[in-house]
Structure formats: C-alpha cells, structure tokens
C-alpha cells in the first residue's frame, strides 16, 4: 500500500506570531511579484494596439479577437502572422519581432511566480519556491522544481521588471511606425 506524503501542518498559531518580524521582506518579494504581473499584463494588453493596426480595423474589434484567444500564445502567433503578411518593411518587422522576443523572455519570469507554491519557513519567511510543472527526467517524474528565494533571485525579479518597463516602452514607440508603415502601404496600394 502506498501512503501519502503530505508535509507536516504548519504552525499557524506560531507563524502569526512570528510573521511581524519577517513582514519587511515579505512585502518586498510581494511587491516584486505585484510589479512583475502587473507589468507583465500592461505589455500584453498593449498587443492589442499591435493587432488592431495589423487588422486594419478598430479598438474594440481588436480587443474582441484578442480576448478570444485564450493564451499568449495564440495571441503572439496571430501577431506573428498578421505581421508577416502586411509588414514589407525588414527592419520594422525585426524589430516587432524582438520584441514579442523579448516579451516571452519575461513571460516565462512571470509564469514562475504565477504558477508556484510558496514556502515559508518557521518565522513565516518566504524561503522558496515551488514549481507546479511536473518535470520529466529519463528515469522519473519530478513534482516542480524547488528555488530558493535568496538575494540572486531578487535580483533577478528587478532585472526583469526594468526589462518589462523597456519593452512598454519599446512597444509604445514602434505602435506610430508600424501604424505609419501600414497607412504609406495602402495609399500606394
């Protein structure tokens, strides 16, 4: 007979008295988490500007097509799509494609945080993280990969919210000339 496995029940009492100390840092990797869904939503909801020049129609008719789509996915690679059959500009069409690059680059950040058990240790410290993808190796399945929430990562979650805020940037910049490229294509059309 197999048992299961399950970890101790916490300490719920003794974690609500202890968390005071341990607030400050777990503020600081909430907020990190906040920014990085936050920011990483704003980028994707400014593909829908990208898509709405890209179909030729309007604000509402892009959201709607883009709303039905149900993954990211789906909605970049329409994107991807639409940009290589309207775009005839080489170096416009890179750099979209840099990028939705780019953009995937922090999905897989923002995936990490979003898709995660935390850990927290006695004090009620956020000590790791948990992935919740099952991870297949030659001779077994693993339950998610365990990380460490230490300086490095933090780090890394700052580094990733700074690249977040240079692709909006990037994304609001290309929008006039990827409009402009596609309002000269069709009056020498």
Partial sequence: ???????????????????????????????????????????????????????????????????????????????????????????????????????NETTHVRNEFNHCMYIVDAGGQITHTQSMRIVQTKTSLQFGEMKAMDEARLKGMVKTIKDMTRINRDIWDILPRLDAHLRSNAASS
């Fill in 1 to 103: 007979m197999i048992l299961s496995q399950l970890p101790p029940r916490p300490d719920f009492e003794a974690l609500a008295a202890s968390a005071p100390a341990t607030a400050d840092r777990r503020t600081l990797i909430l907020a990190l988490i906040g920014n990085l869904v936050s920011s990483w939503s704003n980028n994707e909801s400014l593909f829908i500007y990208v898509l709405m020049i890209l179909m030729k129609t309007d604000q509402a008719s892009a959201a709607l097509t883009f709303a039905t789509l149900n993954t990211t996915r789906a909605r970049l690679d329409l994107i991807q799509r639409l940009a290589k059959i309207t775009i005839k500009d080489k170096s416009l069409d890179r750099s979209l494609s840099k990028i939705i690059e780019r953009f």
